[in-house]
């Protein structure tokens, strides 16, 4: 549980460290390195990247767009989605990052694999 | 099973990579697009927003202090005039960098390179009448002048000091909804906003139209259904004034009969890009004996297209020469209209025509040479390469002629035979310096200054309206006008024989003026400029109608308050249907109506001749109206392919009103002859139809059926960041002008007193972010026809901290 849980949280600072200085696709290379660099089985190394990133980019989208009042989510969500819901545009945004996150964490940890005698 | 895992999920990875950063398959790379680091999140602008900053920047003289209001104007406090220019760029570029990017782009023909292949033919039109040919004129003659080049170059300086501190997460949310980036600004790009301007104020022409109408009815017909004299003309200068002869009386060429009058084609052309005829403008100034403060009231309301962002930007430059507050371009230095401590200014459309059109023979298809003054000519050809994205770049091959570049060709859009093509004449090309106009208007101190600076600009056509604080007001009609034969340019001329060229134009001193006059005020609203009597043939695209309220309320009032003046901005008078309305209710056959006709008949009959939001006779009045046009000249304007348009509204007005058997009412297409109580009454029954339904829609009532919308520039592409519903009265012809996405787009009352007091709003707001609360924060206030009243800072109130953020910037 432990573990799941330190996958967890290094798999969202990882991501928004990242982030920092590299563009979007930084979600798979922070689920890649957890799934390399964390031993899990496939199923946790998913998970743990999923949830990690998907609840650092919902909880920081979130408070950004709580600070705007949703302004501009109001407006991107009719735009792209046709829905005026700001929290399904925050969910999609979260969905994005988790899955490349967690996809990329399954090819990490089962590229660890090859080498695993 | 390592293997399979491995390769299965490397297979996602990509695909997700591939879908989630490319605009093939989804219409956004929704990856980046929503990304929390560089996506659109990062232009959501907290409420609770600090603008206070502290800058360092390249390129400025000396310290500069901008203090921001609550509304976030900015009100700049400078040492150096081109300090003050510079920061205003800056802010101009902070604030709505992509829309002056955008718009300078659309001006270039450059919207290919942001759209793709959808664009061409609207940047192939905008190449093919010559607006960076006419840019690079403007640019030369403004960079001649020391003065305005020195103040452009600050300006654009500001703009790139900007646009190099932009980080790309920070891009406006448009760059990463259309995928591209911006460049560096120049002067150049400032010269296209004017030429942009140009042509949305003096561009629209109907020479096409007019040719068509000319072949199909004859003259006679023509004269009575396209004149241009309206019996209830109410010119910006008064019906009676004495006007100067001019200096020669000029004649058509001898061959005009026959080869201008009559000539035996059609022209198979249609523009699909002409301007809102309807981009105009009221603007009036009293004197101080009929006002109550004894001094001068000026009020201006420019009607253009509204969208988000506005075309406006509200800002205060105070420097140790002058002190103005008003509107600005985005995309221009100074002040475009508003006030200083002497005096101020606004602008409405002249509606002029200054644009023709000549027929061209080619030697061939190369476009080579033409035939002008019985010998060959040699064309200049300019190649225009229109960038487009994710294609090919599609060269474009314009011949210049002596009139201008060849618009219409056998390549463009229409294929003409026999080698015949279309080209422009149009003031809009000549070299001038219009900017100089607004660096001078914003220090002028009196009516001297004021006729100084006018007479630098040349296009468009305006009507300049001045008032002081010495007591003077002042209209003039100012540009450079064609100088033409009677009925020159009305139709498309012969390119082949020099008598048929402009003849020069109208001197300056003759342009349509009132300083001071004894009516104690002067107003315009898009009108003919003079009655009949004006020594000069002057065609246009005439306003008739908002005058008419405007110079009835203006003659009745005394001790005029900026009070008055707010109320007569939000007029909603219907003058147009106080005259019209008996016509309908006199000659409508009320035996033949069935419940809903009466009941709308009856609603038209009880209505107070207002354009109220809630009221609904005028949507039957519009309505019946406009099937009675549709009715009275359908059978004999229909030709069947070329271009045609009808009349404008108040031919059929005033012809009734003449003649109730006008000749044009019988349906030449059926064997009865129809008067005019059939036609009103048919008119009544094909417009129920349409009534009906907006009934059952509940969309009877006048805003509703108007729907008053600010678009985002980028229309229906973005219609979730535009403010539609919105419940405006108002409408064409009346004096609060506001449409279906047309009308005031700046409201301004200055009274010219010490202190000046001075209120205006536009509908939008100083962002262009729409992520930010000041994106679109005035809009609700001016559908209420409220106003702010404007701050004008001076160094007191920066003593007593009256601002609410602050930004300092120092030379780095």
């Known amino acids: 549980m432990i573990k799941l849980s330190a996958a967890t949280i290094i798999s969202g600072l990882l991501y928004f460290a990242l982030g920092l200085f590299l563009p979007w696709w930084s979600s798979f290379i922070a689920g890649l390195l957890v799934g390399l660099l964390m031993y899990q089985n496939y199923l946790a190394s998913f998970l743990t990247a999923f949830i990690g990133v998907c609840l650092v980019v919902c909880g920081y989208i979130f408070a950004v767009s709580s600070l705007n009042d949703h302004i501009l989510a109001k407006r991107i969500a009719l735009l792209i989605l046709k829905q005026d819901s700001p929290e399904l545009l925050i969910a999609v945004s979260g969905l994005i990052s988790a899955v490349t996150a967690g996809t990329a964490a399954i090819t990490g940890r089962s590229f660890m694999l090859f080498f695993k005698k | ?812």
Not at chain 2, 200 to 225: C, P, V
Not at chain 2, 284 to 298: E, N
Not at chain 2, 380 to 393: F, G, H, L, S
């Open chain 2, 1 to 812: 099973m390592k293997y399979l895992v491995f390769s299965i999920t490397l297979i996602i990875n990509a695909a997700l990579f591939y879908v989630l950063g490319t605009r093939e398959i989804l219409p956004l790379p929704l990856g980046s697009f929503l990304n929390m680091q560089e996506g659109i999140w990062q232009n959501a602008e907290p409420v609770a927003e600090d603008f206070n900053e502290n800058l360092k920047i390249k390129g400025i003289k000396g310290a500069v202090n901008v203090y921001l209001d609550d509304r976030l104007v900015p009100h700049i406090f400078a040492e150096h005039e081109t300090d003050a220019y510079f920061v205003q760029g800056y802010l101009h570029a902070k604030n709505r960098l992509w829309q002056m990017e955008f718009q300078t782009h659309a001006a270039a023909g450059r919207i290919s390179e942001i759209v793709g292949e959808k664009a061409i033919t609207f940047d192939r039109n905008q190449r093919r009448i010559g607006m960076v040919y006419a840019a690079e004129n403007a640019l030369a003659a403004m960079e001649t002048d020391p003065e305005t080049k020195s103040s452009l170059d600050a300006y654009t300086a500001g703009i790139n000091a900007y646009i190099n501190s932009l980080q790309k997460s920070k891009l406006p949310v448009e760059y990463k909804l259309l995928g591209y980036e911006p460049e560096q600004w120049s002067n150049f790009k400032s010269a296209l906003f004017t030429k942009q301007m140009t042509n949305t104020l003096a561009g629209y022409d109907r020479d096409f139209e007019m040719t068509n109408a000319l072949k199909l009815l004859g003259e006679e017909n023509f004269q009575i259904l396209y004149g241009q004299l309206p019996d209830s003309l109410y010119p910006v200068i008064p019906n009676g004034t004495v006007y100067n002869k001019p200096l020669a009386e000029l004649l058509p060429p001898e061959t005009a009969d026959s080869l201008y009058f009559k000539r035996k084609d059609s022209v198979a052309i249609s523009e699909d890009f002409k301007p809102n005829p309807e981009n105009g403008s009221n603007n009036w100034a009293v004197s101080g004996a009929r006002t109550q403060s004894g001094k001068p009231i000026l009020a201006n309301d420019p009607h253009l297209g509204l969208t988000l962002p506005s075309i406006w930007y509200e800002i205060q430059i105070h420097t140790p020469n002058y002190n103005a507050y008003g509107v600005s371009f985005p995309g221009l230095p100074g002040v475009v209209i508003g006030f200083n401590d002497s005096i101020s200014f606004g602008f409405t459309n002249a509606g002029r025509d200054v644009k023709d059109y000549y027929e061209i023979q080619f030697k061939d298809q190369q476009k080579q040479q033409y035939f002008f003054n019985n010998q060959w000519i040699n064309t200049q050809r300019r190649i225009e390469k229109i960038k487009i994205k994710d294609a090919q770049t599609f060269m474009d091959t314009v011949a210049y002629t002596v009139f201008g570049p060849v618009t219409y060709d056998q390549s463009f859009k229409n294929a003409l035979a026999d080698n015949k093509a279309y080209a422009l004449k149009w003031v809009a090309h000549d070299s001038s310096n219009i900017l100089k106009m607004w660096l001078l208007l914003n220090r002028a101190r009196n009516l001297n200054d004021y006729v100084e600076a006018i007479t630098y600009f040349n296009a468009p056509g305006q009507n300049m309206i001045f008032a002081s604080k010495a007591g003077d007001i002042a209209i003039q009609q100012q540009a450079t006008f064609p100088l033409r034969w009677k009925d020159q340019g009305l139709f498309v001329m012969p390119g082949f024989d020099s008598s048929y060229m402009w003849k020069g134009y109208i001197p300056m001193e003759d342009n349509p003026r009132s300083f001071n006059p004894v009516e104690g005020y002067v107003s315009s609203a898009n009108q003919r400029p003079a009655d009949s009597t004006y020594p000069y043939f002057i065609p246009g695209s005439y306003e008739v109608y908002r005058a008419i309220t405007i110079n009835r309320k203006l003659a009745s009032m005394y001790g005029i308050t900026v009070d008055d003046m707010k109320s007569l901005q939000n007029d909603n008078y219907n003058v147009f249907a106080e005259m019209a309305r008996p016509i309908l209710l006199n000659y409508v056959n009320r035996a033949e109506l069935d419940n809903d006709q009466k009941r709308f008949v009856s609603l038209i009959e009880n209505w107070n001749l207002k354009n109220d939001p809630d009221e609904m006779a005028v949507v039957c009045f519009e309505n019946w109206w406009d099937s009675l046009q549709t009715t009275v000249f359908k059978d004999e304007l229909d030709n069947g392919q070329n271009s045609l348009m009808l009349p404008e509204k108040f031919v059929l007005l005033e012809a009734l009103r003449r003649d109730t058997a006008f000749k044009f009412i019988d349906n030449i297409k059926t064997p009865e002859r129809e008067d005019l109580n059939t036609q009103v009454t048919q008119a009544l029954k094909k417009a129920s139809i349409q009534l009906r339904g907006l009934q059952s829609e509940d969309k009877l009532k006048w805003s509703k059926f108007k729907n008053t919308t600010v678009y985002h520039l980028l229309k229906n592409n973005a219609t979730s960041f535009a403010r539609s519903g919105l419940m405006n009265g108002g409408g064409k012809g009346i004096v609060n002008a506001t449409q279906h996405d047309h009308g005031p787009s700046w409201r301004m009352i200055v009274e010219m007193t010490t202190p000046t007091l001075a209120y205006g709003i536009y509908p939008g707001g100083q962002s262009g972010n729409p992520g930010s609360k000041f994106y679109d924060n005035f809009i609700d206030d001016w559908t209420k026809g409220q106003y702010y009243k404007l701050f004008i800072m001076d160094p007191v109130d920066v003593k007593a901290g009256k601002f609410k953020w602050k930004m300092s910037i120092n030379p780095a």
